[in-house]
């Protein structure tokens, strides 16, 4: 882990070039001066869900600054923050921590040697799972009356426990539509959210209104299975029981038609969606 007065900082880089500027910006967070905090989260080391080598470094500093709130839409600011970096890194953080691979903004960096950069991924995998005990904390005490709050906490803790790609889908949940591709004819498959049920569509319905529209079916696990692990195997039972004990109606609906199956509009084949989305955010 890099100490904010660390000069290696100058050899980091973020969406504008060097990141000699992001200790700075953390230091004055810390100290209560929040001016700068939007732009250095989406601006420098999260712009347009894309992350660079210093958003890794930066992260065991964040969780710093996450634990020092007290305020819940302060506290749901950073942990948003937190869940989309570790969406879209698009890496397995919860291999062994001691993995010898680079993740990919880290490979690219020539200036600093592999050890500091290993020493920055470590402490990068590690802050993962501060923020997994830290979603887990907040949605036991109960403090949290805003579903959406509830559901962002939940799709943070997807993030940070190796289940990106369901993190991802549920991050654009909100959006009109999700993309994936057929399995077995490899064509386009366009997945509608209307008011809470997905609808499957040959083409975009944007452009091709008059199109006959499939309803997927929905799968449902009983999370009295669930062997209270956090992991991309179990992914779909602790999220149906986080749903279910913590009352968030949405994804009490949605879960079971992400993890449902659909029958592809092209070719008539079924297939997993969840799976086939996976590929495809």
Not at 104 to 111: A, T
Not at 178 to 194: I, M, Q, R
Request: glycine share 4%.
């Amino acid at each position: 882990m890099l100490s904010l007065t660390d000069t290696r900082w100058e050899q980091l880089h973020h969406a504008y070039g060097p990141a000699n500027d992001v200790p700075g910006i953390l230091q004055q967070l810390q100290e209560g001066n929040d001016e700068d905090k939007d732009d250095l989260f989406y601006g420098m080391l999260c712009h347009q869900y894309t992350v660079y080598d210093a958003t890794f470094a930066a992260m065991p500093a964040v969780f710093r600054l996450l634990e020092e709130q007290e305020d819940i839409p302060a506290i749901m600011e950073i942990l948003n923050f937190c869940g989309g970096v570790y969406a879209f890194d698009y890496e397995d953080h919860v291999a062994a921590v001691a993995s010898p691979l680079l993740y990919e903004p880290l490979r690219k960096n020539r200036e600093l040697d592999t050890t500091t950069l290993l020493n920055i991924q470590t402490a990068y995998k590690r802050t993962a799972e501060d923020v997994e005990q830290y979603c887990l904390y907040l949605l036991s005490k109960q403090v949290l009356e805003n579903e959406s709050d509830k559901k962002e906490v939940l799709t943070t803790l997807a993030a940070v426990t190796g289940s990106k790609a369901i993190a991802r889908a549920l991050l654009i949940y909100h959006q009109d539509e999700y993309v994936c591709v057929c399995p077995h004819c490899n064509s386009e498959v366009f997945v509608w959210n209307e008011e809470g049920i997905l609808k499957v569509y040959a083409n975009d319905p944007v452009f091709e209104k008059e199109q006959e529209k499939y309803a997927v079916i929905p799968v449902a696990v009983n999370p009295d299975d669930w062997d209270g692990s956090y992991n991309r195997a179990t992914a779909q039972y602790w999220l149906t029981d986080m749903a279910q004990r913590y009352d968030m109606a949405d994804y009490i609906i949605l879960l079971p038609q992400l993890f449902g199956i659909v029958a592809c509009p092209h070719c008539q084949q079924s297939f997993e969606l969840m799976p086939a989305l996976e590929k495809g955010v």
